[in-house]
């Protein structure tokens, strides 16, 4: 008994690993607001791999969007701290404060 229920499980995480998987590819390739017909069809494609997802473990499916919104946040919050660095970097190039600001955020790359 106890084997079928492992089988069981193991079955449902590797397929929870497949979907999360095959979701994570399809936003690399999705370009929001766009009205072509290929972002189209990744947009339906996304949307019925976060339904079997969701289908198959709900918990799953609620941390998945968890992760996601969290890339998001830092992503944007990477692309602020380059744009004012690539901006203070255009108006004041030979300052010690740009230096300094952008050797410590190279350091956070090391």
């Known amino acids: 008994m106890d084997e079928i229920v492992d089988r069981e499980m193991f079955r449902k995480l590797l397929e929870i690993q ?3 998987g095959r979701l994570d ?4 390739g999705y370009v929001p607001y766009s009205m072509g017909h290929d972002n189209r069809v990744v947009d339906s494609r ?5 339904n079997k997802l ?5 918990l799953s499916f609620h941390l ?3 992760e996601r919104e969290n890339q998001l946040y830092s992503k944007h919050r ?6 004012e660095l690539l901006e203070l970097a255009i108006e004041k ?11 410590k955020q190279l350091q956070r790359y090391v």
């Open 93 to 103: 190039p030979y300052e010690k404060e740009t230096k300094e600001r952008i050797e």
């Open 64 to 66: 998945y969007q968890v």
């Open 78 to 83: 990477s692309k602020t701290i380059i744009k």
């Open 46 to 50: 996304i949307s019925k791999y976060e």
């Open 18 to 20: 497949y979907l999360k």
């Open 25 to 28: 590819e399809l936003w690399k």
């Open 54 to 58: 969701k289908k198959t473990d709900e």
